[in-house]
């Protein structure tokens, strides 16, 4: 059985691909497809739940029948690794299809479209993969997609998958970049209603929470780093991205350099947060960039960062589910208990709408705290 409608994706979206980390696909002499891997006991498991499956002990490759149904299922077990796929040079079978230039091709001018219209590398990124699932998904030839196979990909998510209202949101927002901008379709041909927003409020840390994940943090550079977010309300992309020149220690002020929405800003410098930088600053000697990365190159990642909260956090025994994130809602909210008003906060934060700082009005204990509960009430009259 040929396989002719089958979509997937080389690896395009990074310059360099670390083989050795990836999945690796080709088309096999006999009526099956190749799959090498570095061994895991993750992936063992995924390859043997496809139907049909076999592996080669002297030739350790696994292989799978060369149909839809293993194949799909293949890129649906290994969606969040890179799948790199091979032309067999010795195959001259002219509809070898599981190397498909089309949704290369579209990734390639959706990426390019993306990087014209000034899309942060973030966005770009989150685009760009909800793009290819949709892509191979909906298992067609690029020109023959429309409105009906996007709606049954929502539906999918939401109903299959379970997926976020915010991550439907933002799979339509890339399907209709992908439609409009890149495959110039009318806007009216894909009428996307978009789920409504989950009603979530921010988790929110007491003081002594985050007193106890400051005093577990031993390590000079990553105390410098969480006094710096809690003390400035700063994003995890933010602080990452701070360079020397950008502390002013004279207006004890921070200077947050193109942050979310490409936006300036300048948010409070903390006396004890400066304290802690200087005696890191002493030790580790940065040149350019205020929080180096491991190697001396560049700036430090932000994985590196939410590193070191959860190990600070296990060590604190923080049973929240939180990250780094969360000591910037927890800046607004103890600000805001502390009785700073609430436009200076939004102004802090970088948020363009007060609609989007007043929730934190509604994490805030400072009045609830105060109303008594009537079963209190009612076992003092007792």
């Not at 690794?81 to 230039?101: A, F, G, H, R, W």
């Not at 439907?168 to 009318?186: D, E, G, M, P, Y």
């Not at 006094?227 to 200077?255: P, Q, T």
């Not at 600000?335 to 989007?356: A, F, N, P, V, W």
């Amino acid at each position: 059985m040929a396989i002719v409608s089958i979509r997937t994706y080389v690896c395009i979206l990074t310059r360099e691909v670390d083989i050795a980390m990836s999945i690796s696909v080709e088309k096999g002499n006999n009526n099956d497809i190749i799959i090498r891997f570095d061994y895991s006991v993750e992936r063992v498991k995924k390859i043997k739940l496809i139907e049909g499956n076999k592996y080669d002990i002297n030739k350790r490759y696994w292989t799978i029948p060369y149909e839809n149904k293993a194949y799909n299922k293949l890129i649906t077990l290994f969606k969040n690794e890179e799948i790199i796929v091979k032309k067999n040079e010795n195959n001259s079978e002219s509809n070898y299809s599981i190397l498909n230039n089309d949704i290369a091709d579209v990734i390639k001018k959706a990426e390019e479209e993306l990087k014209l219209k000034a899309y942060s590398f973030k966005t770009r990124k989150s685009y760009l993969e909800h793009i290819k699932r949709f892509l191979v998904y909906s298992n067609k030839r690029v020109e023959e997609l429309n409105t009906v196979d996007a709606r049954e990909y929502i539906l999918y998510l939401l109903d299959i998958k379970n997926s976020s209202s915010s991550y439907a949101s933002q799979s339509i927002s890339s399907i209709k970049f992908l439609f409009t901008v890149v495959l110039k379709r009318n806007i009216n041909e894909v009428q996307l209603y978009r789920p409504k927003n989950d009603k979530k409020l921010p988790e929110v840390l007491s003081y002594q929470e985050v007193s106890k994940i400051l005093e577990k943090t031993t390590n000079l550079k990553h105390r410098a780093i969480l006094f710096l977010v809690y003390s400035a309300g700063l994003r995890v992309g933010e602080v990452v991205n701070l360079k020397i020149s950008d502390i002013d220690s004279d207006r004890m002020l921070i200077h947050v350099k193109q942050g979310k929405g490409k936006k300036d800003r300048y948010t409070v410098l903390s006396q004890i947060a400066l304290d802690e930088l200087r005696i890191y600053a002493k030790k580790y000697r940065p040149e350019d960039w205020l929080f180096e990365g491991g190697d001396g190159k560049g700036h430090l990642t932000e994985r590196s960062v939410q590193k070191i909260f959860d190990k600070a956090c296990t060590a604190a025994r923080i049973k929240k589910d939180v990250s780094v994130h969360t000591l910037r809602h927890s800046f607004a909210t103890h600000l805001l208990e502390g009785g700073t008003d609430l436009r200076y906060i939004q102004e802090l934060l970088g948020h363009s709408s007060s609609k989007t700082t007043e929730i934190y009005t509604h994490v805030t204990t400072k009045s609830i705290t105060k109303i008594q509960s009537p079963l209190d009430r009612l076992m003092a009259r007792k």
